[in-house]
T-cell receptor, first 116, second 114 residues
Framework: AQSVTQLGSHVSVSEGALVLLRCNYS??????LFWYVQYPNQGLQLLLK????ATLVKGINGFEAEFKKSETSFHLTKPSAHMSDAAEYFC???WGSGGSNYKLTFGKGTLLTVNP | EAQVTQNPRYLITVTGKKLTVTCSQN?????MSWYRQDPGLGLRQIYY???????DKGDVPEGYKVSRKEKRNFPLILESPSPNQTSLYFC?????????????FGPGTRLTVL
């Protein structure tokens, strides 16, 4: 079955440190990949998406992610963490096409804590 | 402003009392979907709709019903809620024409069933 795995349910970094949130997918066909962020008591906001135009994708708030087909990964990074980055992050994939369900399959989420 | 709205945002109810969570989008999207979010499980799809009068089950449809009589609205119905339906619910909408188009999410409805 197709699935998404986020390694680490909780990641803690210091302010100014590198943020690395891991996402791997299992699929026999190329997926479409997304990262969403959820701030406390809020809905989901799209950070970035993989469109197949470029393997390195830049998103909002200084985040980026690199699609590596050979590793079936789509890890999210940010060079320097800010206190405002504290939130839960979800990797999501979809494989639907032309008349199919465009269901997003989500990872279980990674809670990012940023320490001063 | 493009948005998906949900009502109510918070709801506490008792077992067996029928309830409806409304979802409305103003983007003329054809595709709409309901997800539930539970700690440690991420988001899981409940039902989806490809267009008016076209709905189908997602991964966790048991105990839920939906309808799609108008393009903009996609209510989620719990006819006899149970405590295991206590969760955070999100409605989403999307216009397919390319899978990489964005799915827009509503703000969420936090439901507690006692």
């Amino acid at each position: 079955a197709q699935s998404v795995t986020q390694l680490g349910s909780h990641v803690s970094v210091s302010e100014g440190a590198l943020v690395l949130l891991r996402c791997n997918y299992s699929s026999s066909v190329p997926p479409y990949l997304f990262w969403y962020v959820q701030y406390p008591n809020q809905g989901l906001q799209l950070l970035l998406k993989y469109t197949s135009a470029a393997t390195l994708v830049k998103g909002i708030n200084g985040f980026e992610a690199e699609f590596k087909k050979s590793e079936t990964s789509f890890h999210l990074t940010k060079p320097s963490a800010h206190m405002s980055d504290a939130a839960e992050y979800f990797c999501a994939v979809t494989w639907g096409s032309g008349g199919s369900n465009y269901k997003l399959t989500f990872g279980k989420g990674t809670l990012l804590t940023v320490n001063p | 402003e493009a948005q998906v709205t949900q009502n109510p945002r918070y709801l506490i109810t008792v077992t067996g009392k029928k309830l409806t969570v409304t979802c409305s989008q103003n983007m003329n999207h054809e595709y709409m979907s309901w997800y539930r979010q539970d700690p440690g499980l991420g988001l899981r799809q409940i039902y989806y709709s490809m267009n008016v009068e076209v709905t189908d089950k997602g991964d966790v449809p048991e105990g839920y019903k939906v309808s799609r009589k108008e393009k903009r609205n996609f209510p989620l119905i719990l006819e006899s809620p149970s405590p295991n339906q206590t969760s955070l619910y999100f409605c989403a909408s999307f216009q397919y024409g390319g899978l990489t188009d964005t799915q827009y999410f509503g703000p969420g409805t936090r439901l507690t069933v006692l």
